[in-house]
């Protein structure tokens, strides 16, 4: 919708806060078989990012839900935060690897020390990649836990037509969300 007197973009979201990550990615799937697209769908951002943007810290989870300055971030799902673990885990892993090998094979070395090499190398590979899906995994729940010590976890839902705000509402009632109602924002 566009305000022709100011020419301002107006832009509906549908809101709620939920309890859990469970419940929200129910949600979210929920939203998505409904015919919502996956980037009319955002969550709020980490704690640092919002209150860097906000320039002020917030207590509450409330404070944030119509405000159209707080920052937002896209939802990882479990399952894609797995693939990112999994892939933080096993690419250290092979090209540590791949590497020995490589060096292995061109010094010319006997087959026994190429794979003694290559085998060290790849342990060596999957440990630090262990760590560093152990730290983005951390890092996840930590916010988790942030915002859900703030009040909640908050989604929105970008809403184009009046049949997809009553589409949304429901989804989020029927998902056990709190504070579900719809607001108009200035978008940019």
Do not use: C
Not at 27 to 45: C, E, K, P, Q, Y
Not at 61 to 76: Q, T
Not at 144 to 169: D, F, I, K, M, Y
């Amino acid at each position: 919708m566009v305000d022709t007197d100011e020419n301002i973009d107006k832009v509906r979201e549908a809101v709620g806060i939920f309890d859990d990550p469970e419940t929200l990615e129910t949600t979210i799937d929920a939203l998505m078989i409904g015919g919502f697209d996956r980037a009319d769908i955002s969550i709020l951002a980490g704690t640092d990012a919002v209150e860097k943007k906000l320039r002020r810290h917030f207590s509450r989870i409330e404070e944030l839900e119509d405000d159209a300055n707080a920052a937002r971030g896209n939802y990882i799902s479990q399952e894609s935060l797995g693939a990112a673990e999994g892939m933080l885990f096993g690419l250290p892993m092979y090209v540590a690897a791949g590497i020995a090998a490589g060096l292995a094979t061109a010094a010319g070395g006997p087959l026994g020390a190429t794979l003694a090499a290559t085998v060290a190398s790849g342990g060596a590979g999957a440990a630090i990649g262990a760590v560093l899906a152990r730290l983005l995994g951390k890092k996840h729940a930590a916010e988790l836990e942030s915002q859900l010590a703030r009040g909640g976890l908050l989604l929105w839902v970008r809403v184009w037509t009046p049949q997809q705000e009553n589409v949304a509402l429901e989804i989020l009632s029927e998902h056990s969300a709190h504070d579900v109602h719809v607001h108009e924002l200035t978008a940019g």
